[in-house]
């Protein structure tokens, strides 16, 4: 994965992430990936605020994720 996030448990880190997704369903490309799972399993929770990053970590979990 080609993307600079930072801490995840930063505000900085995470207003990366929700930016970044602002325009894109998945980390990298047009299908989930590895990258997914990677970041799915670093962020345990999301805050409201993060409204982008909110949506794909609900996304990513309905396809069982939290199981890989």
Not at 10 to 34: C, F, M, V, W
Not at 49 to 68: A, E, F, M
Request: proline letters at 3%; hydrophobic letters at 30%; a negative charge.
């Amino acid at each position: 994965m080609s993307l600079s996030l930072g801490d995840l448990k930063s505000d900085a880190g995470l207003t990366k992430l929700n930016q970044h997704l602002e325009s894109r369903s998945y980390i990298d490309g047009y299908t989930p990936s590895q990258s997914d799972v990677a970041l799915f399993e670093a962020i345990a929770s999301v805050d409201k605020k993060y409204p982008h990053v909110n949506r794909w970590h609900s996304h990513i979990k309905s396809y069982g994720c939290d199981t890989w």
